[in-house]
């Protein structure tokens, strides 16, 4: 609401219907300056539009020093009275008046006093104690700390005078025998009226322009219903439909506060509109207007339902702050605007499920050509990850794959909202536990997806979604008929009601799962073809292609960060005459087994390979010095000291090691490879082996 909401516990307490009025008289009688200057005097923060929206209302503090200053400035004592006067008459063409007219008659309205009363102040209760034909009995208590001014007491005659005109009579006669504001424990008002209408000569032309002024109320309404309608039929944006329409309904029921509180979907997000209600206590309100049952809800609200054939979005209140009630006809006028704004959400849920199957169909559509175009098992994995935030409301998405050579589940992919997420850095690898989650899975694998939040689900879950700092997952396992590849995860870090575990959202994941078992199978299948053009066929180390293209990499980096390459080269010593005396099986064993060596005596970082025949190398590619590659060699060449055990005979080969660094003494990939070659090939003819490198000078 802008500059002009209510400031601090202002309160709401005179309707804008006495301000505006009251400020038509100022600026009639002293044009815009005294307008400024009776605000100026009030002290006011408000704006004189807002205090000529006759929907806006204002606190009690506030209408007694513009009653005060307005008097200051027009120099006119009676000035409230008149305001209430014309107040009285400035509704006669309004939604509030065709409202009270529907009641039939003066004495009904009088009748109805305590209602009517607060359609235009919440402080004072006013109340018929008698009523007949042509007279009516109001008294007029003040609300604890509201004392009764004498300008309020003036301006309660004015529009006790008037009401009659609502129904085509002169004015009231308002006699005020007892008044609050001059120490009576009330005031007490005798209102008289010619019941007859013949008071005057003229009395049909009054009941003539009562008619007018009614069927000109009448006209109001419809032109407010017509524009609501078409409101249902325009382009805007939902919240500025949904915000005329609680607007509209504030004109035709009278009250200082007002709220409409929907969601498009029962977990959506809450659409709220009001006035009166700070920023700050507003959502509270909002939870207690949809959360309670009916029957809880006080005297002094009206509550409606927004609702349709096609879904039950929430509730429209009009409420004071106690104490005060409203008309029958109220709640059929609030019922309507209550549909409106049901059929405005309508088309907007209509709208937005369109917008949301288009939007999941493209990210499917999207995934599955991501996947289709997909190579090896972890480009699938990450493609499957990337994909999966399009097509639900998410923080983070991993993929698990499980490694049956390992006997693990490993991360292989991740996608994070959070540039800074911890998750990123981590490398996650597990081996099933006894009777967890992932060891059921892989004894029987089943695609149905799995809910985990901080408060339900398997305690072993519940603590890793603590660890990562997740609130709520799903889990989806990614299976085959008869085995489990492996596991796609859905987590947010904060609201977990956004991945509640809906048919829709869970149907929508499957499809995403289904989606990845077929890739990832074909992914696996490109894995293994990779592997086997990677890889010794024989050892299962790389092979001469693979350890070449890891070699390059690692000089490019080094040469960047002007970092340390190493190339071992090893040839056996020793192995032909086994392989000539033992046959080629036995051979080929010994190989395999030096290659288990040459493995264990590295370290992961380092590729080992099979260059072919009898002749191995190791790439050190994270070199911090010279020393540290000294080690390492050493630690290749201990690994021969022990026999290899080979069809129950103890086999004994050596290894020529040699070894070239990178800038040192070569500056590219071929030529390291060539210099450690060269470096072999002294060890083995020198006396002493293995010799760690060749000398710079040697190039």
Not at 279 to 301: I, M, Q, T
Not at 323 to 340: C, D, I, K, M, Q
């Amino acid at each position: 609401m802008g500059a002009d909401a209510p400031p601090p516990a202002s309160g709401n307490h005179y309707s804008c219907s006495m301000t505006a009025v009251l400020l038509s008289e100022v600026h009639r009688l002293g044009g815009e300056e005294a307008v400024a200057e009776l605000i100026a005097r009030a002290g006011s923060r408000r704006s004189p539009d807002y205090l000529t929206d006759i929907t806006n209302w204002i606190s009690y503090d506030e209408a007694t020093s513009l009653w005060e200053a307005a008097t200051q400035v027009t120099r006119r004592p009676y000035l409230s009275r008149h305001v209430g006067e014309q107040a009285a008459r400035r509704l006669s063409s309004s939604p509030v008046a065709a409202l009270l007219r529907s009641l039939g008659s003066p004495e009904a309205l009088y009748r109805q006093m305590s209602v009517t009363a607060t359609k235009f102040s919440t402080v004072s209760r006013l109340e018929a104690v008698d009523t007949g034909p042509g007279y009516a009995e109001i008294t007029a208590v003040p609300v604890d700390g509201f004392p009764r001014s004498a300008h309020h007491c003036e301006w309660t005659q004015g529009l006790l005078s008037c009401a009659t005109e609502l129904y085509g009579l002169p004015p009231a006669l308002v006699e005020h025998d007892e008044c609050a504001a001059l120490g009576a424990p009330l005031c007490r008002y005798r209102v008289t009226w010619d019941a007859d209408g013949e008071r005057r000569h003229d009395g049909s032309s009054s009941q003539l322009e009562a008619l007018k002024q009614q069927l000109e109320g009448m006209k109001e309404r419809l032109r407010s219903m017509f524009a609501t309608a078409s409101d249902l039929i325009k382009a805007d944006e939902i919240e500025d439909v949904l915000a005329r329409i609680t607007d509209r309904a504030a004109l035709e029921v009278r009250a200082p506060r007002y709220m409409l509180a929907v969601r498009l979907e029962s977990d959506g997000e809450l659409h709220c509109h009001h006035r009166g209600f700070g920023e700050d206590e507003a959502s509270a309100y909002a939870e207690v207007l949809l959360s309670r049952h009916p029957a809880e809800f006080p005297d002094s609200w009206l509550v409606v339902e927004v609702s349709s054939d096609r879904h039950h979005y929430g509730r429209l209140m009009a409420a004071f702050e106690s104490g005060e009630s409203f008309f029958p006809e109220e709640r059929e006028l609030f019922e309507v605007y209550a549909r409106y704004a049901a059929s405005a959400l309508d088309g907007a849920a209509a709208l937005l499920e369109a917008k949301r199957h288009y939007d999941e169909s493209s990210a499917l559509l999207k995934l599955a050509r991501a996947l289709a175009s997909a190579g090896t098992s972890q480009e699938v994995a990450q493609r499957l990850a990337d994909a999966v935030p399009l097509v639900v409301d998410c923080d983070r998405v991993s993929v698990f794959l499980w490694d049956p050579g390992q006997g693990q589940l490993a991360r292989t992919a991740l996608a994070t909202r959070d540039p800074d997420d911890p998750q990123r850095e981590e490398e996650w690898r597990r081996a099933p536990s006894p009777g967890g989650t992932l060891e059921r899975l892989l004894d029987r694998p089943s695609p149905d997806p799995i809910f985990v939040d901080l408060e339900s689900g398997d305690p072993g879950l519940r603590a890793e979604l603590e660890r990562t700092g997740a609130v709520a997952a799903i889990i989806v396992p990614i299976v085959t008929q008869d085995s489990l590849l492996g596991l796609l995860v859905v987590s947010v870090l904060q609201g977990p009601r956004r991945i509640k575990p809906t048919p829709d959202l869970l149907n929508r994941l499957s499809g995403v799962a289904a989606q990845a078992t077929t890739a990832l199978q074909n992914g696996r299948l490109v894995d293994q073809i990779t592997h086997q053009a990677m890889h010794d066929q024989l050892t299962g180390l790389a092979n001469r292609l693979r350890f070449t293209d890891e070699l390059r990499k690692a000089v490019a980096r080094a040469r960047e960060q002007s970092g340390l390459v190493a190339v071992l080269y090893i040839d056996l010593d020793g192995f032909k005459p086994v392989n000539d005396r033992l046959g080629h099986d036995a051979g080929d064993r010994l190989l395999v087994a030096v290659g288990e060596r040459l493995a264990s005596s590295t370290r992961a970082s380092d590729v080992v390979a099979r260059l072919g025949g009898d002749e191995f190398a190791v790439l050190i590619s994270e070199a911090s010095s010279i020393a540290n590659i000294d080690l390492v060699t050493a630690r290749l060449a201990e690994s021969f000291t022990e026999p290899f055990m080979i069809d129950h005979q103890q086999l004994r080969v050596r290894g020529s090691i040699g070894c070239a660094v990178f800038p040192n003494d070569a500056d590219g990939a071929e030529e390291l490879l060539r210099r450690a070659d060269q470096a072999m090939f002294h060890a083995k003819h020198a006396t002493l082996r293995p010799v760690p490198r060749v000398a710079s000078g040697d190039k």
